[in-house]
């Protein structure tokens, strides 16, 4: 090979040894420490767990996510005493910070 091509080979070689290194590294989305996402997946858990045991909330179509000890809930239940009642829940649970209440109301129309 002339040094030309064999300089253009390595680079293109390079550039696709890099692509599955940049591709595996940026599919981690989070920069929290494992504490702490281990912390906020007990929390979520928590909050789903009684959810599912309070047969005034429709646990099957609410979606729980909590970042930093802030809980996230998403979704759509028959009325607002369900949503009120979910979030109370959720206050209700050992290491929440705050609860963000999303949940809507009512069909989807």
């Known amino acids: 090979m002339h040094r030309s091509s064999l300089s253009a080979f390595s ?4 550039a696709l ?17 494992a504490k702490e996402q281990a912390r906020d ?3 979520t858990a928590k909050v789903k767990a009684k959810f599912i045991a309070d047969p005034e909330v429709a646990s ?8 930093e000890g802030v809980v996230y809930l998403t979704g759509r239940v028959k009325d607002a005493r ?6 109370r829940l959720a206050r209700g649970v050992d290491g ?14």
């Open 96 to 109: 929440v910070v705050d609860v963000v209440n999303h949940i809507k109301v009512g069909d989807k129309t």
């Open 60 to 67: 099957h179509n609410i979606s729980v996510e909590t970042s």
């Open 82 to 87: 369900q949503r009120d009642e979910a979030e």
């Open 41 to 43: 997946s007990g929390i």
């Open 17 to 33: 040894c890099a692509v599955p290194v940049a591709v595996a590294t940026s599919s981690c989305s989070t920069t929290k420490p």
């Open 11 to 14: 680079i293109a070689l390079v």
